[in-house]
């Protein structure tokens, strides 16, 4: 087959069997694998093809009440996780990743480090959270502390900053915040320590604590992402700033909770509301 068969595979893909955007770059890529790496054939870039269009759909985003409700329901590390989400705008994996020195309690900041594109960013730490990230601290601190007694007390480094800084991996600043409760072996290095708490319980917390308080909508962690955005919108924060807070490249991206709020700087009233 060459290249006019796989364009025609390609647009099948997409014109009769109607599959999702993200299917048909599977096959593209998988493709283009078999044919680099396998069969060893240089293959022109496939451009004359019928792409699947990637359906744009409006984020699930919670009320204020809804959000409150949920968030009174979790607990321990889960439930403090959930509350950073929608407290700062963080992305669940940005939240568990967080690092000691990420933290600014004095003034009310977090560093998110590497997020999405590789990008940093600062966000605020909500003041309520403020007693509760302190004695989280605490108790980590002394956890740290006993791990280092029986010599696992080393967290994982990008392996830049591992070479970079070779103690940085037990000193107390570049520890997790929201570490796991028992040890796990890095098949990278074989190395026995505590890794970061798993993305699944917190999940798990989310959509359990949505289900008590009576939401019937699908809610995940990043849910609270999307109420974050929405809420600051609702509350007359300006557009760029939310951008800058959320750490979008484009604003573009950020526009769409103006969709979600059906408003766009000014509310409209239905005209059904005005009879009469």
């Known amino acids: 087959m060459g290249q006019a068969e796989l364009e025609a595979f390609l647009t099948y893909l997409a014109v009769e069997r109607r599959v ?7 096959a593209l890529a998988a493709v283009l694998f078999l044919y680099r790496e396998v069969l060893e054939i240089e293959m022109p870039w496939v451009g004359d093809v019928t792409r699947a269009k990637r359906p744009q759909r409006l ?100 392996d830049a900053l591992a070479v970079k800084y070779p103690k940085a991996s037990t000193e107390w600043p570049w520890q997790f915040v929201f570490a796991a409760a028992g040890y796990s072996r890095d098949p990278r290095s074989d190395a026995v320590r505590r890794h970061h708490l798993d993305e699944r319980s917190v999940q798990r917390e989310a959509k359990r604590a949505a289900l008590a308080a009576g939401i019937a909508k699908p809610v995940s962690p990043h849910t609270l992402r999307h109420s974050f955005a929405t809420h600051l919108l609702e509350g007359g924060y300006d557009i760029r700033t939310i951008q800058d807070l959320l750490g979008h490249k484009d604003v573009s991206t950020t526009m769409i909770y103006t969709h979600v709020l059906n408003r766009g700087g000014r509310g409209v009233v239905s005209p059904l509301d005005r009879v009469g």
């Not at 999702?20 to 599977?26: M, P």
């Not at 950073?84 to 690092?99: F, K, P, T």
């Open 20 to 26: 999702a955007a993200s299917t048909q770059n599977v």
């Open 59 to 158: 984020p699930t985003v919670l009320t204020r009440e809804q959000a409150q409700a949920m968030l009174k329901l979790v607990n321990g590390d889960e439930g403090l996780v959930l509350r950073l989400l929608y407290g700062g705008g963080l992305r669940l994996m940005e939240g568990l990743r967080l690092r000691v020195k990420d933290l600014e309690l004095t003034r009310g900041e977090i560093m998110v480090r590497e997020g999405k594109g590789g990008k940093d960013r600062i966000t605020m730490l909500p003041r309520s959270l403020l007693a509760p990230m302190k004695q989280k601290l605490e108790l980590r601190f002394q956890q740290h502390k006993e791990d280092l007694i029986i010599g696992r007390g080393s967290v994982w480094l990008p």
